[in-house]
RNA sequence: GUGGACGUAGCUCAAUAGGUAGAGCGCUGGUUUGUGGUACCCGUGGUCGUGGGUUCGAUUCCCAUCGUCCACCCCA
């Protein structure tokens, strides 16, 4: 590792040329799905009122208690960095008057900031991708959002995935539940592991899906919460597995499943993979009815989901799908002063006719062979040559350097024409 | 926050039961001064993460610190 003072901070990474363009294609294709359903993009500020976090996802949560970047600003108001995007959604929502008595469907790509102990597929700074409905309140929607997410496995590539679904019904069913909850495993209060034991008052919903093997008897035996659903939240909930079902979506009921933030309820679901060690949720979302009115509106209907594309990421290098950045078409060799000169205004001329020609120049000059070797390096498919024979015939000569075709010498006027060819032909392999 | 592993050249990694370090790849140049890639040859590269301690002497042993990785926790 080279030796530099400042580093960059702990669990904050640059994405390197050689990565960026694996960015750019996974965001690409996020996007396009996710606008094909109809989804339009809002962007939020990535400082916000501490508050605005802290009423959202609850005190409780460690992510509020002790994972955020807060700090007191210039004016006294203590701000933070965002660690998630839904709050930020529903207050500019609420801002500007868009949940009035409307159907909004938002998407947002960006980064997150949580201050956690970095390991594989956790970063302090990391990048969300996510889906905001307000205004909806049948399972439509929350089948939507399933099957938009499906979606985008299946742009990228991946199929070693499923989605888990389950209810937590609305509030006053989940308290009767965690109540009964709490009553079954304080029977068993010596049993319990450390971890188990503090959450029992904290969060008991959380001591469902330990990952403690010796647990796991105990918790079969648990009461579910899909036995406390009223009427209406058990058949919003079948009517999206029905669907599920005829769809043939990768899927499976998990009664365990639950959600670290406080504003949801009744439908939550999560993506899977197996392929990424313990941080193995792709993308987790569910409905969140009660957050507006928590936050001071008037109710409104509202489900969402974020997906980590970080871990997407190095879910789609763990099973090996290549990304290769599309190659240079050319690079331009110039030899002499002369030539030098001419060539601005030869390449000004192509690069306006062409806007996708990916054309580097040479620079800090250099005989044939440094120019060639340079114009190897670069990865580019054809070398253009302007040398003295060139300028005296205003021609350039054209040399594949990926294929064994001999080179040609052609007019300069034939320039753009040559290469609008090698485009159309080259980027649609 | 808890626990474990690990920091040696730009990269991937060796070595030294404590005597200031090597290879491959890369990079530079040459064989080849209007032609790159292959081959061969030359060269370039490191206060062994940082600070302290033990020692005649530390990259090696000890402590601290920073960082990376993995798991728990938490979460996308």
């Not at 010596?190 to 959380?206: A, G, K, M």
């Amino acid at each position: 590792m080279a030796k530099v003072e400042i580093q960059s901070l702990k669990g904050m990474r640059d994405l390197l040329p050689e990565q960026s363009y694996q960015w750019q294609f996974v965001e690409e294709k996020l996007r396009k799905v996710i606008e094909s359903y109809g989804y339009q993009e809002i962007r939020t500020p990535l400082l916000e009122k501490t508050e605005l976090f802290k009423r959202s996802m609850g005190e409780v949560t460690d992510v509020v208690e002790k994972e955020m970047y807060s700090f007191t600003d210039l004016n006294g108001d203590s701000i933070s960095l965002r660690p998630e995007a839904t709050a930020s959604c529903v207050r500019a929502g609420m801002q500007h008057g868009k949940l009035q008595q409307q159907i909004q469907r938002w998407w947002y790509s960006g980064f997150m900031f949580r201050h956690e102990k970095p390991q594989k597929g956790r970063y302090r700074q990391f990048q969300q991708v996510g889906v905001e409905v307000f205004g909806l309140q049948g399972p439509d929607i929350d089948i939507e959002l399933m099957l938009l997410s499906w979606q985008l496995w299946q742009a990228l590539g991946l199929d070693n995935v499923i989605l888990e679904v389950n209810s937590i019904g609305n509030l006053t069913e989940r308290q009767n539940y965690k109540q009964d909850l709490v009553k079954y495993f304080e029977q068993y209060k010596s049993q319990l592991d450390v971890d188990s034991q503090r959450r029992l008052y904290t969060n008991p919903l959380r001591i469902l899906d330990s990952k403690n093997p010796e647990m796991q008897t105990m918790i079969a035996k648990a009461p579910k919460m899909l036995d406390y659903l009223s009427k209406q939240c058990q058949q919003h909930f079948v009517e999206i597995t029905t669907v599920l079902t005829q769809l043939k979506v990768p899927y499976r009921v998990n009664p365990y499943l639950v959600r670290g933030l406080d504003y949801y309820n009744q439908t939550v679901f999560e993506w899977l993979t197996p392929d990424l060690g313990s941080q193995g949720t792709i993308c987790a979302g569910g409905r969140y009815d009660g957050l507006v009115t928590q936050l001071g509106g008037k109710a409104v209907p509202a489900i969402g989901f974020a997906l980590g594309v970080d871990r997407l990421i190095d879910l789609i290098q763990a099973t090996q799908i290549k990304f290769t950045p599309p190659a240079l078409h050319a690079y331009w060799i110039a030899i002499g002063e002369q030539a030098q000169q001419q060539s601005w205004s030869l390449q000004q001329s192509i690069r306006q006719a062409l806007p996708q020609l990916r054309l580097l120049n040479n620079c800090n000059g250099g005989n044939f062979k440094t120019q060639f070797k340079r114009a190897d390096k670069s990865g580019a498919l054809y070398a253009i040559v302007l040398a003295e024979s060139e300028l005296e015939q205003a021609t350039v000569t054209i040399k594949p350097l990926r294929s064994d075709e001999q080179q040609q010498t052609i007019q300069q006027t034939e320039l753009v024409n040559y290469f609008a060819t090698i485009i159309r032909t080259k980027d649609n392999q």
